[in-house]
Structure formats: structure tokens, C-alpha cells
């Protein structure tokens, strides 16, 4: 195992302890030659591991302290790996929750200034619109697709901040996609809100558009507590 591979295992590893709660906020992490012991990789791979969940905001290093985990919102909860972490594990109600919640708020937020551009990318939208309806009959990635929709709605208010909202949002939403589209049946029922989005936006009714982002989205969340209910439940 090279030193990458053997740095990406102690990364997960760890970062699993701390999402698992055995060890909780504020407590403080053993030795690293403790830890190496445990996994089997030197002090010089959990040194680096540890500078991974540091610049994650998941941990801190005290000089004659030691490593102190810290507390959730302390978290880079919008990083890549760290939603991939949390989803691995298993998400709870609250997760799922305050993820939809987040989403209805920034996207009915966006979706009336995006109504409002007269200069609108519809093309594009319609385009990813298109691409969606292609892929839950076999032809094209349909994840890729939404992705795209929605990225084209935030993109498309010309607001600077809301712009820069979209890197965080692609990765939240792309969580939420793998957690509500588990079969192209799901992706179908979705259809047609998501049409509903496209025409209000080409009808330039920003009440329309709110309205419909925010049904499509409590939608996707009904969807996720279906499925995560028949898959064993959702913890709180």
C-alpha cells in the first residue's frame, strides 16, 4: 500500500471514529503512535491524516494538549469527503432535515431573481430539462442532469453571491440526489415539478417559481425519509 493510499485509509478511519461519536466533541484524540498502532500505518501517516481533519475544521492540535475533536459546526460540513462521511455512516432525521431545509431556502430564494433576468440561460435549462426526461428512459447520466437544472437556476439570477453559493451547493445537492434518486421510478415522479420549474421560469412568475422549487424539494424530501424508512429507519 503506498503512502497515499495508506494517508486516504487513516483519514477515513478517523474521521469514522469522530462520526460515529467514539470519541464526542471537545475530547481528545490518543497519541499518534497510539493510533498508528491501531491502524497499522506510522506516526508520519496519521501526522498527515491529522493535518486532513484539521483543515476539515474537525479537529485542532494544542500544543501539551493533544488533538481535540470539535464540534460539528465547527465542521466543513459543505466539504466533498465530509458529506460523502456523513452519508456513508448512515444520515439522521436531523441531516436530512436541515438539508432540504437549507435547499428550500437558498433555492426559492434563487429561483424568483432567476424568473425576474430577461436574460435567462432558458436554453440551457431546457436543455438540462431535456437530458433529465432522456436518462430515467436509459440515455444519459439523470444525477449529472439535475445537477445541471439547478445549477443553471442559481447561475442564472446574476446575483455575484448566489454565484458563489453554487461549488457548496452542487455538493449538497448532489448528496441529496443520491439520497432521493435510488431508482428511475423516483427520477420520473419528479418529472413533472421539475417541468412545472422550467415553465414558470419561461413565464418569468417569480411567485410561480418559488412555489414550484419548493414542492419539488419538500418532495425529494418526503422521498428520502420513505427510503431511508424502509431501509432500516432514520435515526433522530
Known sequence: MGMRTRHAAAVDAIAGWLLSGRYAAHSVLPREDEIGEELEVSRTVVREAMRTLVAKGMVVVRRRHGTEVQPMENWSLFDEQVLDWRLALGPDRR???????????????????????????????????????????????????????????????????????????????????????????????????????????????????????????????????????EMGGCPE
Open 95 to 229: 441531516f436530512v432535515d436541515d438539508l432540504m431545509r437549507f435547499r428550500i431556502g437558498i433555492e426559492t430564494m434563487a429561483g424568483p431573481l432567476a424568473a425576474e433576468n430577461p436574460a435567462f440561460p432558458l436554453d440551457a435549462l431546457s436543455g438540462a430539462y431535456v437530458r433529465m426526461a432522456a436518462a430515467v428512459d436509459g440515455e444519459g447520466d439523470y444525477k449529472q442532469a439535475d445537477l445541471d437544472f439547478h445549477k443553471c437556476i442559481m447561475l442564472g439570477t446574476k446575483n455575484q453571491f448566489i454565484a458563489q453559493l453554487v461549488p457548496m451547493m452542487g455538493n449538497a445537492l448532489r448528496v441529496s440526489f443520491d439520497l432521493s434518486v435510488l431508482s428511475m421510478d423516483t427520477a420520473r415522479g419528479s418529472l413533472p415539478m421539475h417541468k412545472d420549474v422550467l415553465d414558470a421560469i419561461a413565464d418569468r412568475a417569480p411567485a410561480r417559481t418559488e412555489a414550484a422549487l419548493r414542492k419539488l424539494i419538500e418532495s425529494a424530501r418526503d422521498d428520502i425519509l420513505s427510503i431511508l424508512s
